[in-house]
């Protein structure tokens, strides 16, 4: 069984600064996959970013970066340039090793990211 | 760019009775869930879709839910006999690939 943790329910970031946002996670697989989604108040899911156990490089996508440690089973998400759309509820998520089939995402209980003027 | 939808948007109905939620996920992709998130609470997932057949499915998701993909476009969620604490926000998401997963804008269901 998967877990996922996210330890902060809230954060406050001045505008455009950078904020990391904690993830870990618990799985006996040896092959999973780590993803983190924003939810802002229209309710919508969108997906940011993902990063494959196995993938050598941390991933990035614009002002998005994963700080993958796999020792530590962290998955931190780091947001460069904080801009005043990113407050939203931050969502780190892991599927299983893949199979070739539809596997599910476990979700942790997230963390509402304010970004302060 | 493509993304998935899904209606209604909210759909209110009484304790007992059947809804279906309707989703059409992004062409070509073959992979198609569904989720749920009780307000202020995290996402739940409930089944999962491949290949014409269901992958996975969660203890939620019991004898009264089901899912259909009726033609080619469409991933339906049908709840027989709805109760109060089905009241949710249900996602649907899809994917083109097995590591990929692309969330609708979510039905508000509510239950009375």
């Known amino acids: 069984a998967q877990k996922i943790t996210q330890t902060q329910p809230g954060m406050f970031v001045q505008e455009k600064e950078a904020v990391t946002l904690d993830c870990t996670y618990d799985?006996?697989?040896?092959?999973?996959?780590l993803f983190w989604y924003k939810q802002p108040s229209s309710g919508e899911m969108i997906f940011l970013i993902y990063?494959?156990?196995?993938?050598?490089q941390n991933a990035t996508e614009g002002r998005y970066s994963l700080n993958f440690q796999k020792a530590r089973k962290s998955a931190n998400l780091v947001i460069s340039a904080s801009q005043l759309g990113d407050s939203a509820m931050y969502f780190c998520?892991?599927?299983?090793?893949?199979?070739?089939?539809?596997?599910?995402?476990?979700f942790g209980s997230g963390t509402q990211l304010t970004v302060l003027p | 760019e493509p993304e998935v939808t899904q209606t209604p948007s909210h759909q209110v109905t009484q304790m007992g009775q059947e809804v279906i939620l309707r989703c059409v996920p992004i062409?070509?992709?073959?992979?198609f869930y569904w989720y749920r998130q009780i307000l202020g609470q995290k996402v739940e997932f409930l089944v999962s879709?491949?290949?014409?057949?269901?992958?996975?499915k969660s203890e939620i998701f019991d004898d009264q839910f089901s899912v259909e993909r009726p033609d080619g476009s469409n991933f339906t969620l049908k709840i027989r006999s709805t109760k109060l604490e089905d009241s949710a926000m249900y996602f649907c998401?899809?994917?083109?690939?097995?590591?990929?997963?692309?969330f609708g804008p979510g039905t508000r269901l509510t239950v009375t």
């Open positions: 998401a899809s994917g083109g690939t097995d590591y990929e997963q692309y």
């Open positions: 799985t006996s697989d040896q092959s999973y996959g």
């Open positions: 990063q494959g156990s196995y993938d050598e």
């Open positions: 998520a892991m599927r299983a090793r893949p199979t070739g089939s539809a596997r599910q995402l476990t």
């Open positions: 062409s070509n992709h073959l992979y």
């Open positions: 879709f491949y290949n014409n057949e269901i992958s996975e």
